[in-house]
């Protein structure tokens, strides 16, 4: 019998429940001592020195961030053309011009060379951004940064867990934003974390962190609940028989799924009212324990994309990530191209494995930012690329099935292609 497997896998701590009723018990479900707790937990494992301060978003980390900094309104800040369109917005709507930067289309990130081409005297911060959990190269990113004195802001979000050189992704910059997210590195149904080591900046970013109204009993409860269906329905026996049907059957109609899973792009000003909120302490206390098994998850999720990449190297028309020996890499996304995506999407789907294909945004072609669209082909040779599933809940037999389901989607559709140019 087909048993489909989603393209997500959400990372969950075996007593999520137990914590829940244990602090709906005390009281503590929207505020409560893990809130600082966490802040400390999750500043320590970055390093001596790091502060932290927790938000209802990540995008909303970088909010205080920004905001912190002070900068002049109609400063430009620099980002890369290939991120999630909410980061770019949460600057534009703190009166600053995003301005895009292409990416390397092999590590899907920003360079130090694409940086510098699109500097300005008006440019006064960047933010390089590890996508799908690869480190940017930071020492050359920091030096053109430090030449032209402007500020540097990681954008973590895919990436906690990474390193570069040894240390971990946001401990390298002015200061970093992370998410928590339910299908993120560390999942805590939502959240966010900003991070420096400048004092005086964390305490601007704690205090804009702090002056928010604690969420409501009920939005926490949704969040929790959303979280939890979608946790369930991504199991592979729960997925055949609910989520699954409905992809296929979209994907046979061209009907757009994603537009009921995805946040709608469009203006944030005024932000809306659930990104003005802190963190409540039941998300707070289940990400101090997630930190626990944070790194057995990326240890997991490393072998098999390593394995995925061993299964798939050489076959023609494929490139699996590459991995710097300066880096390591999350995961949170195997990205790889192959031949004809949308093809071998289809093929898969029709054995019952899920592919993504663009998880994120090609910014720089968006009507929402006109004013600031480049050129910029790496970032549009990205949207050739498939997301393979690797998470760590995967099973050995279930992602040997993934990785065969692939492989023989990809040898199917270049077999036909020789015939279909003679025919042509």
């Known amino acids: 019998m087909l048993k489909a497997i989603s393209r997500y896998g959400p990372r969950v701590i075996p007593n999520t429940m137990q914590i ?6 005390r009281g503590q479900f929207v505020e409560g001592p893990h809130v600082a707790q966490f802040e400390d937990a999750f500043a320590a494992r970055l390093g001596p020195g790091v502060h932290a301060a927790s938000a209802s978003y990540g995008r909303m980390a970088f909010y205080y961030i920004l905001k912190a900094m002070d900068f002049p309104r109609g400063s430009e800040i620099v980002l890369p053309a290939l991120t999630f369109w909410v980061i770019p917005e ?6 600053l011009k995003p301005v895009f930067a292409d990416v390397d289309p092999v590590s899907f990130n920003m360079t ?19 996508l799908w959990g ?4 930071m020492r050359e990113i920091l030096a053109v940064a430090a030449r032209k004195r402007i500020r540097v802001i990681e954008d ?23 998410s928590f997210q339910t299908i993120k590195p560390l999942n805590a149904y939502g959240g966010g974390m900003a991070v420096t080591r400048d004092p005086e900046l964390a305490r601007r970013i704690a205090t804009l962190a702090s002056a928010e ?3 409501t009993l009920e939005h926490i409860k949704q969040r929790l609940w959303h979280g939890r269906v979608q946790r369930i329905a991504t199991r592979p ?22 537009m009921y899973f995805w946040e709608a792009i469009r203006p944030l000003d005024p932000l809306p009212p659930d990104y003005r909120e802190g963190m409540s302490n039941v998300q707070a206390a289940i990400g101090l324990e997630a930190l626990a098994h944070l790194d057995r998850w990326t240890a997991a999720t490393q072998r098999h994309a390593s394995r995925m990449s061993e299964r798939l190297a050489n076959l023609p028309g494929v490139r699996v990530p590459a991995v710097p020996a300066d880096r390591t890499h999350a995961y949170y996304q195997y990205c790889a191209y192959v031949p004809d995506r949308d093809a071998i999407v289809d093929r898969c789907l029709r054995r019952g494995i899920d592919l993504e294909t663009l998880h994120v945004d090609v910014c720089s072609e968006l009507p929402l930012f006109d004013a600031s669209r480049v050129i910029a082909p790496g970032a549009r040779a990205t949207t050739e690329t498939v997301q393979i599933p690797v998470y760590e809940s995967l ?8 990785a065969d389901v692939t492989r023989d989607a990809i040898l199917a559709q270049t077999s036909r292609a020789p015939a279909a140019m003679r025919a042509s």
Do not use: M
């Open 20 to 25: 829940v009723s244990d602090l709906q018990k």
């Open 90 to 95: 949460i600057a534009r709507v703190l009166g």
């Open 112 to 130: 130090a060379a694409s940086l510098e081409q699109v500097l300005s005297p008006r440019t006064v911060a960047v933010v390089p951004t590890h």
């Open 134 to 137: 690869l480190p940017c190269d």
């Open 156 to 178: 973590c979000a895919h990436a906690l867990g990474a390193e570069y050189q040894g240390k971990p992704v946001g401990t390298f910059g002015d200061a970093a934003l992370f």
């Open 213 to 215: 109204p604690p969420p």
């Open 237 to 258: 026996p729960i997925f055949t028989w609910t989520l699954f049907p409905l992809v296929y059957v979209c994907t046979r109609f061209n009907w757009d799924l994603d």
């Open 395 to 402: 099973t050995d037999e279930q992602l040997d099935r993934v």
